[in-house]
């Protein structure tokens, strides 16, 4: 079975903190990460794609890949009080189908 | 922007009714996802179809099956709704080339009463 691990939280942190919210991933051969952002009672929304290791911004968030700890994160600077959400992590497996399975997220709770 | 809809916001259904849960998307993708979302256990798929009369079941196919008969329309169907298929249950698409992530539609709740 292909696991997406994430802490479920709550992570809090203060206004204008970065808040770093982590996944890893047990099939080494994957290739596609994203994050997705899902406010209370909506639907998942793509923020951020990565497929290379290293980082990858965009505005204030950063997604780092590194395949061979098999770990993916998430870096949102300067926390505001709408970013907060439930993050989850998705990773797109290699071979057959390429299905993708989503961790359980992490809710992140940025205090005014 | 692409658009996914699904046909209702909340639905309640008696114990075996058969049920229909519509969605269809408006930018000509070719794949097409049918997740439910429960408390815990996160989003799994249950079914998916990557073209036109095509389907291949996901993590948790039993109790379900899917109808794509038009490019732009995936239809799951609880063929005898039972109360443990309670749950939020959300339609993705994403385009047939190239490695996109979804764009999901805004989920029915389900009820199964």
């Known amino acids: 079975q292909k696991e997406v691990e994430q802490n479920s939280g709550p992570l809090s942190v203060p206004e204008g903190a970065i808040a770093s919210l982590n996944c890893t991933y047990s099939?080494?051969?994957?290739?596609?990460f994203f994050w997705y952002r899902q406010y209370s009672g909506k639907s998942p929304e793509l923020i951020m794609s990565?497929?290379?290791?290293g980082d990858k911004e965009d505005g204030r968030f950063t997604a780092q890949l590194n395949k061979a700890s098999q770990y993916v994160s998430l870096l949102i600077r300067d926390s505001q009080p709408s970013d907060s959400a439930t993050y989850l992590c998705?990773?797109?497996?290699?071979?057959?189908?390429?299905?993708?399975?989503f961790g359980i997220g992490t809710k992140l709770q940025v205090i005014p | 922007d692409v658009k996914v809809t699904q046909s209702s916001r909340y639905l309640v259904k008696r114990t075996g009714e058969k049920v229909f849960l519509e969605c269809v998307q408006d930018?000509?993708?070719?794949?097409m996802f049918w997740y439910r979302q429960d408390p815990g256990l996160g989003l799994r798929l249950i079914y998916f179809?990557?073209?036109?009369?095509?389907?291949e079941k996901g993590d948790i196919p039993e109790g379900y099956s899917v109808s794509r008969e038009k490019k732009e329309r995936f239809s799951l169907i609880l063929e005898s709704a039972s109360t443990n298929q309670t749950s939020m249950y959300l339609c993705?698409?994403?385009?047939?080339?190239?490695?996109?992530?979804?764009?999901f539609g805004s989920g029915t709740r389900l009820t199964v009463v």
């Open positions: 099939d080494r051969g994957s290739q596609s």
């Open positions: 990565i497929y290379s290791n």
């Open positions: 930018m000509d993708h070719e794949n």
């Open positions: 998705a990773v797109r497996w290699s071979g057959g189908y390429q299905k993708v399975t």
């Open positions: 993705a698409s994403s385009p047939g080339t190239g490695d996109y992530g979804y764009t």
């Open positions: 179809s990557y073209d036109v009369k095509m389907k």
